[in-house]
């Protein structure tokens, strides 16, 4: 069974940073391309940033494009996201999401992720 373990979530001042981290067990993490996507109230699913399952290559959405870092570290199991510069409107819950195919024409998209971790708030005041 594929679990996904996510921790770091809180709360902020603005300009301040976290970092979340996401703990894959099941499952080898070198299959896996790994992603973030976060969740504010009303509003749908949306894509954060995606690494690749060698981690060679990153990807970001342009509202966390260079605040966001997207890294994986083998060893450990575990994808982390670090989160500088932090904004009010980056205040959602956060989760990370494991894509076991070896390639997706849509990896901004939630369907393309079949295991998901249990999401963690971050809250960023103003």
């Known amino acids: 069974q594929v679990q996904l373990v996510e921790s770091g979530g809180g709360l902020v001042q603005a300009g301040g940073s976290l970092r979340l981290s996401c703990a894959i067990s099941?499952?080898?993490?070198?299959?896996?391309?790994m992603a973030w996507f976060r969740q504010a109230p009303g509003k749908e699913r949306e894509f954060v940033a995606r690494?690749?399952?060698?981690?060679?290559?990153?990807y970001y959405a342009d509202s966390v494009k260079g605040r966001f870092t997207i890294s994986r570290d083998p060893a450990k199991n575990t994808v982390y996201l670090q989160m500088n510069s932090l904004k009010p409107e980056d205040t959602a819950v956060y989760s990370c999401?494991?894509?076991?195919?070896?390639?997706?024409?849509?990896?901004?998209?939630?369907?393309?992720?079949?295991?998901w971790g249990q999401g963690n708030q971050v809250t960023v005041s103003s």
């Open positions: 690494v690749t399952r060698s981690g060679a290559t990153t």
């Open positions: 999401g494991a894509d076991p195919s070896s390639y997706s024409s849509d990896y901004q998209s939630p369907r393309s992720y079949d295991y």
């Open positions: 099941g499952r080898t993490f070198s299959t896996v391309h």
